[in-house]
Every structure is written in C-alpha cells, then in structure tokens.
C-alpha cells in the first residue's frame, strides 16, 4: 500500500491522526471552548448534521459522544434540534445514517414494519 493510499484509507475511516495530520489542527480543543466534553461533542455532531458529513463521521462522532456521557436519546434529540436550521431534507437523509451510527437499522426495522402491516387483517 502506498503512502497515498494509506493516507486516503485513513481519511475514508475518519481516523483522528490522519485528520489532525492532514488539517494541522488539534481536534481535542474542548477545554478551549469552554465546553464540557459531551457539550462539544453534540456540537459538533450538530455541525456534521450540517455538513452532510460522511457515515464514519457520524459514526465517530457518536462514539466520542457516548463515551463522555451523552445518551442515545440526546444524540437523536442533535439531529432534532437542528433540523430548523438544516432542513428538512438534509435532517431526512441524516436520519439512517445517524441510526446506523448508534446501531440502529432503520432499513431493517422499517421492512419488518412493511411485513407486519401486509399481514395485518
């Protein structure tokens, strides 16, 4: 594997060295902020909401999210509270890939729903 490609992989898994490599920034700048570590990261889950961020994004944004205290349901309560300002739309296509991210198969739970509904009487 190349070094370009090496870089690429890493970039593609969201991989915090290769970021912070690639941009020069220190990504652990919570303390700056003022924040609290969940605080700043639903913040920024917000803001990758806004992006149309990537599924590892979110991915790896949920897990920072987790682990510093934030609940399931204030990760869903992000995409929520942004919605307004993101639009319908965007908080639409968002929504799966946010699920995914906190392990929750929406496709999957939407076809048993189909099911359900066809075997109804």
Request: proline share 4%; hydrophobic share 50%.
């Amino acid at each position: 594997m190349t070094e370009a490609e090496d870089r690429l992989r890493s970039l593609t898994m969201n991989d915090e060295a290769a970021v912070e490599s690639v941009l020069g920034i220190d990504l652990e700048n919570a303390q700056a902020t003022g924040l609290d570590r969940k605080t700043y990261a639903l913040v920024r889950l917000g803001a990758l909401l806004a992006l149309d961020s990537a599924p590892p994004s979110y991915q790896w944004i949920t897990e920072e999210a987790l682990a510093a205290g934030a609940t399931v349901d204030e990760i869903v309560g992000t995409l929520i509270a942004v919605a307004p300002s993101i639009g319908v739309a965007r908080a639409v296509s968002a929504a799966p890939e946010l699920a995914l991210a906190i392990g929750y198969d929406v496709g999957a739970a939407l076809e048993a729903f189909d099911e359900d509904e066809r075997e109804a009487p």
